[in-house]
């Protein structure tokens, strides 16, 4: 049965694409415009827009299993191009906030359960995989990293347990191809807790250049992420991190019992992308 990956240019999609080739399993991806797409040769690209519910049908056909991100517009739109289709199960990259009680309200928390809502009310069989903390959040370090050996941080010991985006894209595989175990979609994390100063070390130590940490006040710190996305979105990162610093950011045995085997340490991530700090 053909699975369709929606967003395989991202970093979790690409993840899922490779996997589920590795597997023997037949694929195909969408993107935006699939000249760019820059995929294996072997992946038939269909051009695919959520926000553009009219390129869905196309994309969908002959689809019976489909991986997506969520998103906050175009979900409605998905769930019943995908029922028309007859698409048999969808497996979302939703978000670990959904499961966090502290975080009713937060803009991003509740983007992920608007998917969600509107998944459970399209009658398909879905399943969500609710990572956490993505170690691929680290990323938006680099620049500063490259340009200038800094990184800027509201409470540097704030720790979390980040994931690896294979592992993440491992959970979702799992439930694609039927083997998953009953909690793939409970709390998903890293095996262990790393605080933001160490996760700068071990990047530091991938990377081998020496990073200096310059802290944040809460202030500083929603305006430095206002540069990437809305007050409210910035508000709502400041939220999660202020509230790892007091212990409200798990880990858990999710990956472990899903995966069958320990999740990559952050430090395996780092050395994977260890080039994009240098």
Do not use: C
Not at 77 to 84: E, G, T, V
Not at 162 to 191: K, M, N, Q, W, Y
Request: no cysteine; net charge positive; aromatic share 4%.
């Amino acid at each position: 049965m053909t699975t369709l990956v929606i967003g395989a240019r991202g970093s979790v999609g690409r993840q899922v694409l490779d996997q589920l080739l590795a597997l023997g399993e037949p694929v195909r991806a969408s993107a935006r415009d699939p000249r760019k797409a820059d995929l294996p040769a072997e992946v038939p690209v269909v051009a695919a827009d959520l926000t553009r519910p009219r390129t869905l049908p196309a994309a969908l056909d002959g689809v019976r299993k489909v991986f997506v991100y969520a998103t906050a517009t175009g979900m409605a739109d998905f769930a019943a191009a995908a029922r028309a289709a007859g698409v048999e199960h969808v497996v979302v990259l939703s978000s670990g906030s959904v499961l966090l009680p502290y975080a009713r309200g937060n803009a991003i928390a509740e983007e992920h359960r608007a998917t969600e809502a509107a998944l459970a009310a399209s009658g398909l069989r879905w399943t969500p995989i609710r990572p956490l903390v993505l170690a691929g959040n680290a990323l938006a370090w680099s620049s500063s990293i490259r340009a200038e050996g800094v990184v800027r941080l509201l409470h540097p010991e704030a720790a979390t347990a980040p994931i690896h985006e294979r592992d993440v894209a491992a959970a979702a595989v799992a439930a694609l191809t039927g083997r998953p175990d009953a909690a793939v979609s409970d709390l998903l994390t890293g095996g262990e807790l790393v605080s933001q100063r160490r996760q700068v070390e071990l990047i530091g130590a991938a990377a081998g250049r020496r990073i200096r940490i310059e802290e944040l006040t809460e202030a500083q710190a929603r305006r430095e992420f206002e540069r990437f996305g809305s007050p409210r979105v910035a508000a709502s990162v400041v939220q999660f991190i202020v509230a790892a610093a007091r212990g409200g950011s798990p880990a858990t045995g999710t990956a472990r019992r899903v995966l069958g085997r320990p999740p990559l340490p952050f430090a395996r991530w780092a050395a994977d992308h260890a080039a994009t700090f240098t």
